[in-house]
């Protein structure tokens, strides 16, 4: 059986003997296709991993590379390289990955631990860390097995800092003493392993010690990054200086006999417990209270909440046309799963999409959620690693919830997002941010018809609307069943006793005054809608607003090109971005359309053009 193993160098072995793989392209192609093992790599993928600046016969190259490997790897293994139509496909079994075999052994000590069985835990985890031969792909330079490695050797430190943890729990002390300061040497910015190492030397006798590694953290913090101590070494150095009972309770006990009863938390459950109280941070704004529908949409949410993803981060993309509900949606279902994520709820609107500001910059949004967190405005560090390290390690251990609202792009997002921990992010955007790794992806529609009037009938009042039901079908149908659209068109209904739903629908009907009908002091829906143009490419924009003006209700892409006078390849591709930005909808296969708002804001955009 041929194996992979790629935590340490690359190294592929058939019955324990090393295939030697000869060049560093041919190691990258093969170091991309583990990666992605089981799944295809287009060609495109591996030409721009494989070069900065692909030469004309990259794909020849490509091909050339392939064809090596095929000649070194065992043809008669269970791993083979498939070529398909748009690129390459390495099929091999997972447990022929050392990759697989550390994560599944992780995820079993973690079932293990949590079912009491401790020593069973420790065993496991221990074997999974011990398949570490130094760095993931070491020596292995392109940026998605780049991207792959920092999240495996963060694994491997949080997978550390848990054995060493469990091992407290267990009893140990002064023999762990030894390898916690030669983990910390490797790592200093790793709280976890200085706490482990002040437990294990104050559990030996060496309360004075334990404060000098206290001591030592700050002057390393307060020299290399301006920082003070996160709040957790905090209070386990008060603790100590007090001979608090939450550190002596735990201190080494003879191991129980079986049936003597469970055995007491100690390890990471003391710093948890001397560090929690006035923890909890909840930043969510308000939810209205009359939220309406997106019953599956919210089932799917709260179920990714209750499975949990085994100490991973979970990343859902909540994207859709500007005023569909997105933020609602994430706001009423993070305030139902609160509970799930007791150390804190963080808010923050990016400002992707705004009216009337510019998107933040990850770096001032780093510096909102780190100021959120706890941390000083003088300990925030200036450059944008630097903070988004620092905030990755605020969540660093935390079953948290973020939402990251109104999102530009992915790379607005991605140094917000945190490496490790327990903690759910909800980002909306009206982009689709299929570029974001690891997210999942919800697509959020208009209303159907029942909710769309629904809500219309809770902001109105069912008494005011009487049965006047096919009114406000054709109400909410001329809102095009857009939230925002029938929430502002219900408010100014409401507001005005002496009018009818029929006024209102009267109203609606005029192309101009339901333009004028959707803007209010607080909110001007056609504003909110032209930002979605805001940075499109000046052919795009001038592509849609010609489509728009077209009185055809739906079109495909022969059609938008005799519209146009655009060849039909360039429609495809102009199709393409504007899905992709939600300002046009997909009804079959090959069939286009505007939402109805959507067209009324790009003709005026095209008037005024003219």
């Not at 070069?51 to 490509?62: H, K, L």
């Amino acid at each position: 059986m041929v194996e992979f193993l790629v935590l340490g160098s690359l190294e592929p072995r058939e019955s324990g003997e090393l295939i030697r793989v000869r060049g560093m392209r041919q190691q990258r192609l093969l170091a991309l296709l583990l990666v992605n093992a089981n799944r295809v790599v287009p060609m495109g993928v591996l030409v721009d991993e494989l070069w900065e600046n692909p030469p004309s016969s990259a794909r020849q190259q490509v091909h050339n590379a392939v064809r090596d490997l095929r000649r070194i790897l065992p043809a008669a293994g269970d791993s083979v390289l498939i070529t398909v139509d748009v690129g390459y496909r390495l099929a091999v079994p997972e447990d022929a990955i050392d990759t697989y075999r550390f994560t599944s052994g992780v995820r079993a000590a973690k079932a293990a631990e949590k079912n009491g069985r401790l020593a069973e835990a420790i065993q496991l985890l221990q074997s999974a860390v011990d398949l570490w031969r130094g760095d993931a792909f070491a020596g292995i330079q392109c940026p998605a097995v780049t991207g792959a490695a920092v999240r495996l050797n963060e694994q491997r430190l949080t997978a550390i800092e848990d054995l060493m943890a469990w091992r407290l729990k267990a009893g140990e002390s002064s023999s762990l003493v030894g390898e916690l300061q030669e983990l910390i040497a490797e790592y200093p910015l790793r709280d976890s392993l200085r706490g482990s190492l002040m437990l294990a030397l104050y559990r030996s006798g060496r309360q004075a010690d334990a404060l000098a590694v206290y001591d030592e953290a700050r002057r390393h913090l307060a020299d290399e990054l301006g920082l003070e101590p996160g709040p957790h070494l905090r209070s386990l150095h008060m603790a100590i200086l007090a001979d608090a009972p939450v550190v002596q309770e735990n201190a080494p006990k003879p191991s129980p006999e079986p049936g003597d009863g469970p055995v007491p938390a100690t390890g990471a459950s003391v710093v948890s417990a001397a560090s929690s109280p006035g923890n909890h941070r909840n930043y969510l704004p308000h939810c209205p209270t009359d939220f309406t529908g997106r019953v599956t949409e919210t089932r799917f949410l709260l179920s990714l909440a209750e499975r949990g993803q085994g100490g991973a981060p979970q990343m859902v993309a909540i994207d859709g046309m500007g005023g569909v509900g997105k933020t609602t949606l994430a706001l009423h279902t993070a305030h139902s799963l609160a509970p799930h994520y007791p150390d804190g709820q963080y808010f923050i609107s990016l400002h992707g999409f705004s009216a009337t500001r510019s998107p933040l910059s990850p770096e001032q949004a780093l510096g909102t959620l780190l100021q959120a967190s706890g941390v000083g405005p003088d300990a925030i560090p200036g450059s944008l690693e630097e903070r988004s390290a620092l905030w990755r390690s605020q969540l660093a251990g935390q079953r948290c919830l973020v939402i990251l609202d109104d999102a530009a792009d992915t790379a607005q997002v991605g140094p917000l997002l945190p490496g490790t921990g327990s903690s759910m992010v909800l980002v909306t955007s009206r982009r689709k941010l299929t570029a974001l790794d690891g997210a999942l992806s919800l697509f959020l529609d208009v209303f159907p018809q029942e909710d769309a009037m629904a809500l219309f009938s809770r902001i109105v009042g069912e008494q005011r609307l009487g049965l006047d039901r096919a009114q406000v079908a054709k109400a909410v149908e001329l809102c095009g069943h857009l939230p925002l659209a029938i929430r502002i068109a219900a408010t100014r209904l409401r507001d005005r006793p002496a009018c009818t739903v029929a006024d209102l629908v009267e109203r609606l009907s005029s192309t101009s005054q339901r333009v004028r009908c959707f803007q209010t002091a607080e909110r001007d829906l056609m504003s909110m809608l032209r930002a979605s143009y805001r940075d499109l490419h000046p052919a795009l924009r001038r592509f849609s607003q010609l489509i728009s003006l077209h009185p055809s209700s739906s079109f495909d892409i022969d059609h938008a090109a005799a519209v146009t006078g655009l060849p039909a390849d360039d429609v495809d591709c102009y199709v393409d971005v504007l899905i992709e930005n939600n300002l046009i909808r997909q009804e079959a296969p090959a069939r286009y359309s505007f939402h109805n708002l959507v067209r009324d804001c790009t003709r005026e955009l095209a008037v005024e053009a003219a």
